[in-house]
């Protein structure tokens, strides 16, 4: 479950904020949950672009993973990087991890959190999506909430790119109005109509996010785990 800490934290980064209220349903058969939304909006806001130096260091990570430039980012992390929580691994972990079977997941999380928004949790640490460490439980669905970011992102009528667009969410968080694998996630609009994104263009709560840390005068990459 989400905390109240990283709830005001993300308005604090500033993400207009979706919550779906689950009703019952009236089968016990289905796990799927009627929901209706209400919807608080506050101004975006990306802490990252208050530090030219931390902005040049984000450009090239970004850029990196676009590439899908092993080397480049090598340069750009530190020699231990955090990849599971507590647990520091070597820099060559993360580099097998873009070269191994599961290579393309791996690269596209990176180009999405690069790409993310942020916080700084002090002067010299920075983590995409606006998170810190500390949590306790609010009554969210955390495998079903997602976030759109700067970026407008179509909602389709169905689960589907050429389906017609009904509207798009724009620094927006909600939760769906089911967990999905698949390649859409559902959402119940504030109107009350059923719309569909695609997933690979939203953040999860428990998406990868990247940590950055300047050391010794340069920003590095030094974690890059799941959000929870």
Known sequence: MINMKCFRHL????????IAVACSTASDDTDDLVQAARQVTVPFVDQ??????FQTARAVLAAASAA??????????????????DSPSR?????????????AQ??????????????????????????????????WDIAATYFAGPTPQPVFARPSLVAPVLTSLQNVGFEATRWSDGPFVEVRLTDGRLGYLRRADLLGIGDYRVTFERIDGRWLMTGFMPGL
């Open 11 to 18: 308005l604090a980064a500033g993400f207009a904020l979706v």
């Open 48 to 53: 990252g672009s208050d530090d030219v130096s």
């Open 68 to 85: 899908r430039d092993v080397a480049a980012i090598k340069r750009i992390t530190a020699p231990e990087v955090v990849l599971e929580p």
């Open 91 to 103: 820099r060559d972990v993360l580099l097998s991890n873009l070269t191994g079977p599961n290579a």
């Open 106 to 139: 791996f690269w596209q999380a990176l180009a999405r959190s690069s790409a993310a928004g942020g916080m700084f949790i002090d002067e010299d640490r920075f983590v995409t999506t606006g998170f810190d460490d500390n949590w306790s439980d609010v009554d």
